[in-house]
């Protein structure tokens, strides 16, 4: 391990950004509950949520469960 935090992202910006276009309103592709948690806290409406798929393979899968089982990320993991 390199001692790192799972993620270091921040998605601020991104809500700072949709704020000086004036967008407070969106519909948002993410598996990621963390996005959709920052834009709400930034008061932007997310109307809805649009998972991405996946392509499951024997090199990712575990990465995958492991964002699903540590993040609460909403992949389908049914091959």
Same mark, same amino acid.
């Given at each position: 391990?390199?001692?790192?935090? $799972?993620? /270091?992202? #921040?998605? *601020? ?10 967008? @407070? ?11 959709? $948690?920052? /834009?709400? #806290?930034? *008061? ?10 996946? @392509? ?15 993040? #609460? ?7």
């Amino acid at each position: 391990m390199l001692g790192y935090k $799972d993620d /270091l992202r #921040s998605f *601020d910006d991104a809500a700072l950004m949709l704020k000086s276009m004036d967008i @407070y309103s969106v519909n948002l592709i993410t598996n990621n509950p963390e996005k959709v $948690d920052c /834009l709400l #806290s930034h *008061d932007i409406d997310v109307n809805d949520v649009i998972p991405t798929g996946v @392509y499951i393979t024997k090199e990712n899968e575990e990465y995958l469960k492991s964002k699903v089982n540590k993040k #609460s990320h909403t992949i389908n993991m049914d091959k």
